[in-house]
């Protein structure tokens, strides 16, 4: 088999720890593919998408697979007292101490369908009144695979939900769903048997829709409900967070899908900043946004995965981009944000006013210190870009001496890389092993050289690296090209726009590889040696992106992104691919080895490094000072307590979080 060959099957196949019929989502990931292109032709023939206009609401969205169900047409009585569920696993340090008891409105814990001051229906309908009719009871997408509770089976929905099911547009369109499938816990997805009862274990109670119009005063009111009624309040937007932070038990949650609008300002400014800036709604995705500029000749920064919302929890934990070495972290660029707070009050933040919540939200992680209704951020000019297609190598075989030469060679690459982002530029990079973990092998998904509109420059930026590959007599494959705008160069790698080809469904840590560690020669050799163990022993797969992050920080400006990010060369998520075909305790072994083998493993061989917020395992020891670093935790945590002192929001290893626990029936409860 031709190298390109072997390494297009291999990485159909990567993720997959076990039979290579879990890998269907991967190559069900490239069919859609080609439906996403189809789309996006069927758009642009239509000319439906508008740009270089000053208010664009792009709306690329597919119907969702089960019809929101309004406020009215549920009946809530069978909702709630079916949605007692199964238990969500827990972090280290949250205690199994449930009661079982049926709690009230003054309990140290938050309430769950079922306790007896959970809120009656008279209660909730004066809410939807209240929302204009904006509220929706939860009915999970996979009840249309179950004969009850909701009475709502359908053969060929059922189908689709579990085709599309590792998807990321089959979720964000709907109001309650999330990606990941530990906290789904299998309560109601479309792999457990028909006869199973469809039960709402982690998903949220009630959603409110928000829309441009009304959000503030929506959230306003639903803040205030949920705090008369001493409910869990969550906040959705795509349902992407990998560690469950957009969903919780019996939660009154804020879907933020439908705020698209986007606004072109050509000429803001402040003291820190003159030039272009976009406004956005707190629903904008990437693929809006990349959209909507393709025209104007400016572009911003977005995530790889075209799906990813822009204002919640990716610019607010931080944010990378291909782009990063060039103009920073998203949460580095952000100007002005508008946020309903705690007490329900609609404030601006930005780098003078309320500037300890402008700090806070700019990289200390969604979903705790208020909802955002919109983000203004920095544009930046489209222009051409340099790049390479495939840029790929891998071991000549599995006997031992081409796989040592293999991982060398990735030692090797990672040391070159610094003096690569220094410039500007960044690299997307793949390393697993195939088949049966015997032959390992890098590819990239993403070679971006901003600065270059020549092949001939992309060739000069790529030398030490292909020279360093020659002079190893490790073969590879390149070969350089240039994009004529951002977005062009953004589909070869990612696209196409609107969805992308990136499945959802995995177990997830992550680290940040410090610079010290990487130019290091026997530090960067144990690090080669942990990915190797990672990969070829247990499994997973490495992703990382190599990016300077050290700069687009504007003078007076400061964000609170984790400061490794500032010494890191590249951020690494660790993934081992879900598989709902088969049983549910081997996925949840793969999770245990990454708890307390991987990760433990991994972080030792970084010392001062840390962990991407937004990309990490749920389970990670010590969090506050992997996600956060330990100094800034304290600033974060203050800014916590004067903006939402009795911790109206909560999630998972958010600010603020180590106040709360689990009982056993999943209710959010305050430390005692
Ligand atoms: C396939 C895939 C690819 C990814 N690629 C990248 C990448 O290239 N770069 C990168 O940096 N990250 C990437 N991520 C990680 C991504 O940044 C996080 O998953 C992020 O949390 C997604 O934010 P969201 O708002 O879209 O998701 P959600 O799950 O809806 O929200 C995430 C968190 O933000 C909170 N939140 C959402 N909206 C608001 C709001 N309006 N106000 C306050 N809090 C809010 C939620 O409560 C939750 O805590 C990727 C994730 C996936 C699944």
């Not at 793969?590 to 001062?608: F, N, R």
Request: with cysteine.
């Amino acid at each position: 088999m031709s190298v390109p060959g072997f390494l297009m099957s291999s990485l159909l196949m990567t993720s997959c720890r076990t039979a290579p019929k879990g890998c269907n989502g991967y190559i069900r990931a490239s069919s859609s593919r080609f439906t996403s292109n189809l789309l996006l032709a069927i758009l642009l023939l239509a000319g439906g998408i508008l740009a270089n206009v000053s208010t664009i609401e792009p709306d690329l969205d597919e119907p969702p697979l089960v019809e929101q169900r309004p406020f009215e047409m549920v009946n809530h009585q069978l909702y709630t007292t079916t949605a007692l569920s199964l238990l969500t696993p827990l972090a280290p340090g949250h205690n199994w101490n449930g009661t079982g008891h049926s709690l009230n409105g003054t309990s140290n814990c938050k309430l769950i369908p079922g306790d007896h001051t959970w809120p009656g229906d008279g209660d909730w309908s004066a809410l939807n009144e209240t929302l204009g009719g904006r509220l929706i009871a939860s009915v999970p997408l996979a009840a249309v695979c179950h004969n009850g509770p909701f009475n709502i089976y359908n053969e060929t929905r059922c189908g689709e939900a579990r085709e599309g099911w590792d998807r990321p547009e089959t979720h964000f369109v709907e109001p309650v769903e999330f990606n990941a499938p530990i906290f789904q816990n299998a309560t109601c997805d479309p792999f457990t048997s028909v006869d199973q009862e469809c039960e709402l274990g982690n998903y949220v109670s009630y959603a409110v829709n928000l829309t441009t119009d009304t959000a503030a005063d929506d959230v306003k009111a639903g803040l205030a409900f949920a705090t008369q009624h001493n409910l869990r309040v969550v906040i959705k937007n795509t349902g992407h967070d990998y560690l469950g932070k957009s969903t919780g038990k019996g939660a009154l949650s804020f879907w933020t899908h439908n705020l698209k609008n986007i606004s072109i300002i050509e000429d803001y400014s402040s003291d820190d900043y003159n030039g272009p800036a976009v406004k956005i709604g707190a629903g904008v995705q990437g693929f809006d946004v990349l959209d909507s500029l393709k025209e104007s000749g400016y572009l911003t920064l977005s995530g790889s995965c075209p799906t990813v919302g822009l204002a919640g929890g990716y610019t607010q934990g931080g944010g990378h981009s291909i782009l990063t070495s060039k103009y920073g972290l998203s949460a580095d660029n952000v100007l002005e944000w508008e946020v309903v707070t705690a007490n329900g009050t609609l404030v601006t933040a930005t780098p003078k006013e309320n500037q300890d919540l402008y700090f806070a939200l700019s990289g200390g992680g969604g979903g705790t210190f208020g909802v955002v209704i919109s983000m203004t951020t920095r544009l930046f000019e489209d222009r051409k870009v340099g790049g390479a297609n495939n840029f790929t190598f891998a071991a000549a075989s599995d006997k031992k001496e081409d796989v040592n030469a293999f991982w060398d060679a990735v030692g090797s690459l990672q040391n070159l890389t610094i003096p690569f982002v220094d410039a500007g530029n960044s690299l997307v990079y793949l390393i697993y092993a195939w088949p049966d973990r015997k032959v390992p092998a890098l590819t990239t998904y993403s070679v971006t050289v901003p600065d270059c509109d020549t092949t001939e420059c992309v060739d000069t930026a790529m030398k030490p690296f292909t020279d360093d590959l020659t002079a190893r007599g490790v073969k590879y494959e390149y070969s350089a090209k240039v994009s004529e705008t951002f977005l062009e160069h953004y589909n070869a790698s990612f696209g196409p726009i609107p969805y992308g080809w990136y499945p959802v469904s995995q177990v997830t840590g992550g680290r940040l590889l410090p610079r010290a560690v990487v130019s290091d020669e026997e530090m960067g050799k144990n690090l080669t040696a942990t990915m190797r163990m990672a990969i070829q022993e247990e499994g997973f797969t490495f992703g990382c992106v190599a990016s300077s992050a050290k700069v687009g920080l504007r003078e007076g400006v400061v964000s609170s992104v984790n400061p490794a990010w500032r010494n890191a060369m590249a951020f690494c998520l660790v993934v081992g691919k879900w598989d709902y075909s088969i049983d549910r305790a081997e996925m949840m072994k793969m999770q245990k080895a990454l708890t307390e083998m991987v990760q433990p493993a991994l972080d030792a061989a970084t010392p001062g490094g840390g962990c991407y917020l937004n990309e990490a395992n749920f389970e990670q020891e010590d969090w506050q000072e992997q996600f956060y670093g330990l100094e800034n935790y304290k600033k974060l945590r203050n800014v916590k307590d004067t903006w939402d002192p009795t911790g109206v929001f909560y999630a998972l290893t958010a600010v603020g979080s180590e106040d709360w626990e689990l009982d056993g029936d999943g209710r959010v409860c305050r430390k005692q």
